[in-house]
């Protein structure tokens, strides 16, 4: 067994997840089967195929996707994705097909794995990793972090936070079950594991699955000293991707990072890291009144040394306004094909420089369809 997943324990304090016990809708699988031939036309006729997936929800309750129907409705459940901007390249996701993994340990080590992979040394790659759904009587494995990558958020006596806001709460839980983090502002959590009706366990992710880029500036030296840095793979983990009514609650996905996600809100936002009067101060702005537009400076020159940092390294990232154009053309090429493009316009807007991308100027149909990554309670 490798030796970083010695750190395993139990974890007592989440509650066990309930039994599974509802059916297949046998018209979800219908609507998906159907959907699969028809935008894949070398499948041929889709009758014998819903016959058999029929008869497999009367006999057993639910059915099994060949792998071809789980890699098309993995990557139709992103090309769904209303909030995210990216979905240009929905057809290059690749799938990770691991439904026959069910223990916390396993689950634990092909994480670990994905992250290796997808990060594949900076030319991030768009990744799925699907483990076992949930069936009649027996509930799938479940990742109960956020994202597979996060920083701790460690509270003090007053109430303030070392290191991420965001995931205090998370952090404090890891904390009372045994975990010790080092206290510093970019320590990585530790995986949070719970196979069907087990105890979660936790697990520290080793360093070399973790890829990392130090944030400077292009033409402030000053800047390496505030000792900012972002990892490189944003994989959402705590989502359950769901296709033709099977739901498969562990199936960890990334695409890659526009900078923005990580300059105009990880590092800036007021309730994260809160980095603009930081970077405000030491360029001399005048923080007084608002009406400098201090924080705007500041935002742009956070944003400038990610996009620097990131490419000086080689780590893929996109910006802003390319990745707009990007959505549009996307938009095209789904309207062209005949389908529903769902969009949030307040995701899909980037939060730095909105009214200057070509997605601010318009609408978008906001309808819910599936295959679908959706949040459970």
């Known amino acids: 067994m490798r030796t970083w997943i010695r750190s395993l324990r139990p974890f007592d304090s989440i509650a066990v997840q309930t039994l599974i016990e509802r059916t297949i809708d046998v018209r979800e699988a219908e609507r998906f089967i159907k959907m699969f031939h028809a935008e894949n036309p070398a499948a041929g006729s889709p009758q014998a195929r819903l016959r058999e997936v029929a008869a497999d929800i009367a006999r057993h309750g639910t059915y099994a996707h060949t792998f071809a129907e789980l890699e098309f409705g993995a990557r139709v459940a992103w090309r769904n994705s209303n909030r995210c901007i990216g979905r240009l390249y929905w057809r290059s996701l690749r799938l990770r097909d691991r439904r026959q993994v069910t223990?916390?340990?396993?689950?634990?080590?092909?994480?670990?794995?994905?992250?290796?992979?997808?990060?594949?040394?900076?030319?991030?790659?768009?990744?799925?990793?699907?483990?076992?759904?949930?069936?009649?009587?027996?509930?799938?494995?479940?990742?109960?972090?956020?994202?597979?990558?996060?920083?701790?958020?460690?509270?003090?006596?007053?109430?303030?936070?070392?290191?991420?806001?965001?995931?205090?709460?998370?952090?404090?839980?890891?904390?009372?079950?045994?975990?010790?983090?080092?206290?510093?502002?970019?320590?990585?959590?530790?995986?949070?594991?719970?196979?069907?009706?087990?105890?979660?366990?936790?697990?520290?992710?080793?360093?070399?699955?973790?890829?990392?880029?130090?944030?400077?500036?292009?033409?402030?030296?000053w800047f390496e000293e505030l000792g900012l840095r972002w990892h490189a793979v944003p994989a959402i983990s705590d989502l359950c991707l769901e296709i033709g009514g099977i739901c498969y609650p562990c199936a960890p996905f990334n695409g890659w990072y526009m900078g923005a996600e990580i300059g105009a809100r990880n590092l800036a936002d007021a309730d994260r890291y809160d980095q603009l009067p930081v970077v405000a101060g030491r360029l001399g702005l005048d923080t007084s009144t608002e009406r400098s537009l201090w924080r705007d400076h500041a935002l742009v020159e956070l944003n400038v040394a990610v996009l620097h940092s990131f490419e000086r390294e080689g780590v893929t990232m996109t910006d802003h306004h390319t990745e707009s154009r990007r959505f549009l053309t996307h938009l095209e090429r789904e309207e062209k094909a005949g389908r529903v493009c769902p969009a949030d316009w307040s995701w899909i807007v980037p939060p730095i420089s909105g009214g200057a991308t070509p997605v601010f100027h318009r609408y978008y149909d906001n309808s819910s369809l599936t295959p679908a990554f959706v949040r459970h309670k």
Not at 124 to 152: C, K, M
Not at 177 to 196: E, K, N, T, Y
């Open 103 to 221: 223990s916390a340990e396993g689950v634990a080590i092909e994480c670990v794995e994905h992250l290796r992979e997808a990060a594949n040394g900076g030319r991030v790659r768009p990744t799925i990793t699907v483990f076992a759904p949930d069936v009649p009587g027996r509930p799938g494995p479940r990742v109960l972090n956020e994202q597979l990558i996060r920083y701790a958020g460690y509270r003090d006596a007053d109430g303030r936070v070392v290191g991420d806001p965001r995931n205090a709460g998370f952090t404090d839980m890891v904390t009372a079950s045994g975990w010790r983090g080092a206290g510093g502002r970019f320590d990585v959590l530790p995986l949070v594991v719970q196979a069907g009706r087990g105890k979660p366990l936790v697990c520290s992710l080793p360093g070399d699955a973790v890829l990392e880029v130090p944030i400077v500036h292009p033409h402030y030296r």
